[in-house]
């Protein structure tokens, strides 16, 4: 992601893991120690994206700096710690950031980030892969293509009719705000182009930052989270206060009024959240400083309006940012990914933990 000046620092043990071919469905995870997942990388790496695959196998994705101006990286998990060696996604001489991954029901694999071609300016991506490790420029797509604009921070979703939505920040779409909004583009199984951006209107504020956004399908429909600051500094993680949002959608195009999450007195920073399954429920992760340091905190999307009520912190992950969680095929074992380290030489980390 962008150059971050509001960095945690912090010192962890490294354990690297091995290569290994994926040859059981079944592989069970157990909890482990955090470990480096990022190895080899001197440089920057962040913005993990994790998810679990249909043959039960982890999958992360990030970007790293190692190779130039900003990759995507993907790496597999199959029994226990056994992670593939990163495959390299993206060779564009641009930066790319901020990568989402998932897999449809068909099994194709689906990437989504925002590519740089100049500084604060730049477009959401998309490609597609039948296998986690093996990745063609040749599929990438530009999903958005406007002159001079700041597209960032892309969040899939795929509806039950395999319409793919991709929402997303910009700032500078519309010349009668100046604060940065979301929007969308969709493409459905048949169509040959994907649609033009439209702002979500149901969802933006015409005096705050809406940034950050992250949906999951939940149900027969949608749900986001997203986080709301003033326009005191533009980048979320530079501004002294912010609070999550939240909004359902039956369809993906409309969405309900937005519902304030968090209500934090004085100056605290909500960050990064997300949408995970605990297998029973559904539960909202972010980061926060509502207790002073900042740490990840969850409470179960049914509740997220008794906020303070049912918050609890996320212990099992250590400090950093970026925080990101997955359930594997072992009842009750979660993958936890998240990013540490001074700046310019952040790293990915991982660890299987029982909730």
Known sequence: MRTRTWILLLGIGVAAGCDDPFDDADARFEPTTASLLSTDSPFKDEDPSVMRANDGSMVVAWFSDRDGAGDIYVSRATAGENWSEAARVTLDTGGDFYPSIFQDGA????????RWYAFFRGHIMHTTSKKPGSWSVADEESVTTDPDV???????????DGTLFIYFVSEVRDPTNATSQLYVVSKGPSDTAWSAADPVDDLNSDTEHDQLPFVARTGSGFTMVWVRHDTSEPLPWLNAKSQLFLSTSADGRSWSPPQQVTNDAGNVVNLFPMIYS??????????ST??????PYEIPLAGAGQ??????????????????????????????????????????????YRR
């Open 307 to 352: 906020y303070p009520l049912g918050v609890i912190e996320n212990t099992s992950l250590p400090d950093g940012y970026s925080h990101r969680v997955a359930a594997t095929p072992t009842g009750g074992v979660f993958l936890g990914v998240w990013v540490q380290g001074p700046d310019g030489a952040q790293n990915v980390f991982y660890r299987f």
């Open 150 to 160: 700041d597209d960032w921070l892309p969040t899939p979703a795929i509806a039950s």
């Open 107 to 114: 099994g194709t694999y689906h990437l989504v980030w925002h």
């Open 290 to 295: 509502r207790q002073g340091t900042a740490r």
């Open 278 to 287: 605990t297998g029973s429920s559904q539960s909202i992760l972010w980061l």
